[in-house]
């Protein structure tokens, strides 16, 4: 018998017949619970906080390729005003 990472409840799965990468949901608390080993068989949560900051950083690197890039214009801008 196997348990959820996050409760602890028992996942009733036939060891026999699962894959490596084989994605469930515990039934106790709804967490995506990927299997990382079959022999013996264990799980890992796969976090949507971990998925929401890729997103976050994603959008935060948009940003920061917009700020340089307006730092860059004024800089250009700049030199014009030098010449």
């Known amino acids: 018998m196997v348990r959820c990472p996050k409760c602890e409840a028992e996942i009733d799965l036939d060891e026999d017949e699962v894959e490596e990468g084989e994605i469930l949901t515990c039934v106790e608390c709804d ?3 990927e299997i990382v080993q079959i022999q013996p068989v264990r799980l890992n949560v796969i976090s949507e906080d971990d998925e929401d900051d890729d997103e ?28």
Request: no cysteine.
């Open 31 to 33: 967490a995506e619970l």
């Open 56 to 83: 976050s950083a994603d959008d935060n690197g948009d940003e920061s390729d917009e700020d340089e890039e307006g730092l860059l214009d004024e800089e250009e801008s700049e030199e014009d005003l030098d010449e």
